[in-house]
């Protein structure tokens, strides 16, 4: 694929419930990061990725949040006990190297409302 | 704590003209990088164009360019020949190189409207 891909588009789902989210970054980008945008906010960096491990978790706001990248390309982010706070934009986004290095390129983002 | 903020909530012009937005950052690293997105309805975050900090001169990409000014911790955006397509949330960001990796602090962004 040309750009980073997230899947789904749009989820909604029941406060308690479990959700994944997908991303599917440029082939060959080794550093992967998720970031969450809530309304009016810019986005706020929830975790990044260099391979298969998590670099850097410190962003993610609680146990309820974990992420994976089992084989360093497709990265779940997976919310256990969905809360309406957790309502926002989760974006994705991959880079060869460091951001400040090679840009980072998005994907078009999923958002989550929890109802 | 690293900060980034964008005192204009929103900002109009006219189609051909000139807008700046601006943006203000406070951060204790001597080495850092600079940013502005822009972010379509589409809800991608497109890099408009990057500054290092260690060079003095400003950025440029086409219509876009910079005013970076590092004593004062500014960084506005200068777009020229306003287009139609210009039109979008535009969000300045800084580099944080903390917990051995390296991310971006965004402010809570610009809303540019473009009017033919």
């Known amino acids: 694929g040309a750009g980073v891909s997230q899947t789904p588009s749009n989820k909604v789902t029941e406060k308690g419930k479990y959700v994944e989210l997908r991303c599917d970054p440029i082939?060959?980008?080794?550093?992967l990061y998720w970031y969450r945008q809530s309304l009016g906010q810019g986005p706020e960096f929830l975790i990044y990725f260099q391979g298969t491990g998590a670099a850097d978790d410190s962003g993610l706001p609680n146990d309820r949040f974990f992420a994976v990248r089992p084989e360093g390309s497709v990265s779940t982010l997976k919310i256990q006990r969905t809360e309406r706070g957790d309502s926002a934009v989760y974006l994705c986004?991959?880079?060869?190297?460091?951001?400040?290095?090679?840009?980072?390129?998005f994907g078009n983002g999923t958002r989550l409302t929890v109802t | 704590a690293q900060t980034v903020t964008q005192s204009q909530p929103e900002m109009s012009v006219q189609e051909a003209e000139t807008v700046t937005l601006s943006c203000t950052y406070d951060t204790s690293e001597s080495d850092y990088y600079l940013f502005w997105y822009k972010q379509p309805p589409s809800r991608q975050m497109i890099l408009v164009i990057r500054q290092e900090a260690y060079k003095q001169q400003n950025a440029t990409e086409n219509r876009f360019s910079v005013n970076f000014q590092k004593a004062a911790k500014s960084f506005s955006l200068k777009i020229s020949d306003s287009q139609l397509g210009d039109a979008a949330m535009y969000f300045c960001?800084?580099?944080?190189?903390?917990?051995?990796?390296?991310?971006?602090?965004f402010g809570k962004g610009t809303k540019l409207t473009v009017n033919p």
């Open positions: 986004a991959s880079s060869q190297g460091a951001s400040y290095n090679s840009p980072l390129h």
């Open positions: 082939s060959g980008h080794t550093a």
């Open positions: 960001a800084c580099t944080l190189l903390q917990g051995g990796s390296e991310k971006l602090v």
